[in-house]
């Protein structure tokens, strides 16, 4: 997509099917924005742009490409950022190991990820590398804290059109298991830094000899932030996997995992891999070494594992073995044989348990058929949300879509708050001894006793960006008149840090009585029993809960997580609207690629699109803007009313015919609309052409759905290609080019 010179709004280039649908909806953007004099540019966020920025001297000239993501890093730290920010990959390993392989076929000479460096320049690779994995965008783009809820067109057609849910039953046996201690929960400490410790501080490691080794300098900590850091225990996880796995064959169901190995890039892949070693325990017993020698790394999970030991007859009989006497497993997908542990990124635990939840607590074994599950979440922090969802479901059945009441949230999350796991400042211990945080006037902060193989974290959460939470809720409480809850644990140390913020606050505004301090399970419960009568709750929670309750609520509610209204409203007066979440992207590539139907629905576009072009109304003074984005919401709402969002199947109608469709609408509102005779005599023959060429147009569509597509790669697809397949009306083409 070519850039735009002085965009005023910026769309971001992403990856899998939210990428594959902007080819074709963003030509349809631009040619309604130039009417308002809008320009609309881009910037590349991809793990495939991401990759190729960060190693332009292995590139020649014409391959090199700008570091757009730093760039936009800028840009919302200004009045004048204005950004549709779509869901981009947050990279694994095997992840990023596929991208990397993918560009060198394509000509780019870059080094290969080296999985065990030893010279400089492969450490040095192995750094760059690194910063790209897990959670690189989002802590870089959100300079302000999310305020995420439905629309209330989604939230009116999901009422009227309810999408099937499970049905619980009182006996069911699906349950969430954690770790009874010596988990993150148990052993987190929390401070909040004062002026006089502020400044540069550094974390680091006292061996047992009294050796003293830097982990991370020149972390810089502000007066006022909460910076906290806590650890899990490798024995007690791995007593407890081991636990888990015979406690879920004791009770006939099926074991799963939920984690979260991409956004928790350097925590989640340790613990996963804790995971594997334990469901295989007898084999790494015997055979550790030979695997080892192998290139074995459980914490890529056990596809990789099984195609490394593949030629091994000794130790794939030995899985075999072990994998007979094991309890069934949850599957990714029975038909083609990955389970939950093959891949640490097949299975994210803000997009699982609401599917599993949804489900009636069902889960999908090796055979495909339906059952029980073990829900394995080993740290106890935000497992309880779980647990009582299904304990309340279990008594409550299932939720009634048609009666339900929405639950918003308020998400602090603005200037890399609580990265949990993501980041620098997460560490394997590498020995026995202590790892503690020295501020820069030389005071201990934080400091634990740690074993080898334990996993440290530190993170932290800044004063202005907590004010601007706090403040955000109060304004959205004050608009909406809705149960406020702030999910905050006063027995949790990082929690009982910000109620000091909280409280005094409430009391300054005056609103105490509006709003309630509950810990996450005792809120999961009030929120639940609030939109079972049909009210409205709003959800104020750290990063965190913010990532995991707008999939929870949303998938319960409206059936999916991807048309939630996303606004961050930036600190710096600027805009960011995300625009859903892109969990099943990848499935959707799959079977666009094999049968040329894309099943993602580009609902959250449509909202987030509304509200940039209102928003550029609001901060240029382009009232021909305004006209667009109202006339956007007319067509989100045609969309809904008339049934055009895109259908499962192939051979029905897919993501092109719902941008058609809403380029229909979107051209009909604005010919209707009084407020700018201009535009309504500039889209007046847009839209008679669009209304009497529907038969061509749908027609053309429908004809190349059942063939494979080529899109010329997967993370680095070839733009003339992807064209070709996401655009291939030439009628509508003629229309809006």
């Known amino acids: 997509m070519a850039e735009t010179s002085n965009p005023d709004l910026l769309y971001t280039i992403v990856d899998e099917a939210p990428e594959l649908a902007s080819a074709s909806l963003l030509p349809i953007i631009r040619r309604f924005a130039s009417a308002a004099d809008i320009n609309v540019g881009t910037k590349d966020i991809s793990l495939a742009g991401r990759i190729l920025s960060a190693f332009p001297e292995a590139l020649t000239e014409a391959q090199r490409q700008s570091d757009d993501l730093a760039k936009l890093g800028e840009l919302v730290k200004t009045p004048d950022a204005n950004v549709i920010k779509l869901p981009n990959i947050s990279a694994s390993v095997p992840q990023l190991t596929a991208a990397i392989e993918e560009l060198q076929a394509q000509g780019f000479a ?72 010596d988990d993150f929960y148990a052993n987190e400490k929390s401070t909040t830094v004062t002026a006089a410790q502020a400044g540069d501080a550094k974390i680091e490691m006292v061996a047992a000899d009294g050796s003293v080794s830097v982990l991370k300098g020149g972390w810089p900590l502000d007066a006022g932030t909460i910076a906290d850091a806590t650890f899990m225990s490798a024995k007690a996880l791995s007593a407890f996997l081991a636990s888990a796995i015979e406690d879920t064959k004791a009770d006939g169901t099926m074991f799963s995992l939920h984690m979260k190995a991409t956004m928790m890039k350097v925590s989640d892949p340790i613990i996963f891999g804790h995971a594997v070693k334990a469901w295989l325990a007898p084999v790494f017993d015997k055979f550790g070494a030979e695997m080892a020698a192998l290139g074995v790394n459980p914490n890529s999970g056990m596809g990789d594992l099984l195609d490394r030991v593949a030629d091994n007859a000794d130790i794939m009989a030995a899985i075999d073995a072990v994998t007979a006497q094991r309890p069934a497993m949850y599957m990714v997908d029975s038909d083609k044989g990955i389970t939950n542990l093959h891949v640490p990124s097949d299975v994210i635990i803000d997009a699982s348990m609401p599917a599993v939840i949804r489900a009636g607590g069902k889960g999908w074994d090796a055979d495909g058929n339906k059952g029980d599950t073990n829900c394995v979440i080993p740290d106890r922090c935000y497992a309880t949300i779980y647990d009582e969802t299904i304990n309340f479901f279990k008594a409550n059945g299932a939720l009634d879509v048609t009666t339900a009441g929405s639950v918003a949230n308020v998400g602090l999350m603005a200037q890399k708050a609580e990265e ?39 993170c932290t ?78 959800a104020i929670t750290g990063n965190v809960l913010r990532d995991y309750l707008t999939d929870l609520f949303p998938i319960l509610e409206l059936g999916t997580s991807a048309k939630m209204l996303s606004i961050v409203k930036l600190m710096k007066g600027g805009g960011l609207f995300e625009t859903g979440a892109g969990g099943s992207a990848p499935k959707h590539v799959q ?37 667009l984005g109202r006339a956007a919401e007319v067509a989100t709402q045609g969309i809904l009313d008339n049934n055009k969002s895109p259908s499962r199947k192939v051979g029905q109608p897919d993501n092109r015919d719902s941008h058609y469709w809403f380029a229909r609408y979107w051209a009909e509102a604005l010919t209707a609309q009084q407020d700018d005779a201009e535009l309504a005599a500039y889209f007046a023959p847009i839209a008679t052409a669009l209304a009497e060429k529907e038969a061509d147009i749908v027609g053309e569509l429908a004809a190349v759905q059942g063939k494979p597509a080529d899109l010329g790669g997967y993370f680095h697809t070839d733009a003339a290609k992807t064209a070709a397949v996401m655009r291939p009306s030439a009628t509508l083409n003629a229309i809006i080019d």
């Open 461 to 538: 959460a800044k004063q202005a960006p907590i004010e601007n939470w706090i403040q955000l809720a109060l304004d959205r409480q004050r608009l909406t008149g809705s149960e406020a809850i702030f999910w905050l644990d006063a027995n949790r140390a990082h929690d009982a840090e910000l109620i000091k913020y909280v409280t005094p606050a409430l009391a300054a505004s005056g609103v105490s009585d509006k709003f309630q301090i509950m810990a996450p399970r005792e809120a999961t419960a009030q929120s639940l029993k609030t939109i079972t009568a049909g009210n409205d709750s709003i």
């Open 110 to 181: 870059l080094p290969d990820y080296p999985e065990a460096p030893v010279t400089d320049a492969e450490k040095a690779a192995r750094a760059r590398y690194d910063a790209l994995k897990g959670s690189a965008v989002n802590p870089v783009l959100r300079e302000g804290n999310s305020d995420r809820r439905a629309a209330k067109a989604v939230k009116n057609y999901a009422q009227n059109n309810p999408h099937s849910m499970g049905a619980w039953v009182a006996d069911s046996k699906t349950k969430v298991s954690s770790m009874s201690g």
């Open 591 to 627: 079977q666009l690629v094999e049968e040329n139907h894309l099943r993602w629905d580009s609902m959250g576009e449509f909202c987030a699109l509304g509200e940039s072009l209102n928003f550029l109304a609001d901060t240029q003074g382009n009232a021909k803007a305004g006209v």
């Open 420 to 458: 949990y796991g993501s980041h620098p400042t997460t560490f394997e211990a590498a020995t026995n001894g202590t790892i503690r945080v020295v501020a820069a006037n030389g005071d201990i902060l934080l400091s634990h006793d740690v074993e080898a193989g334990d996993i440290w974290r530190a």
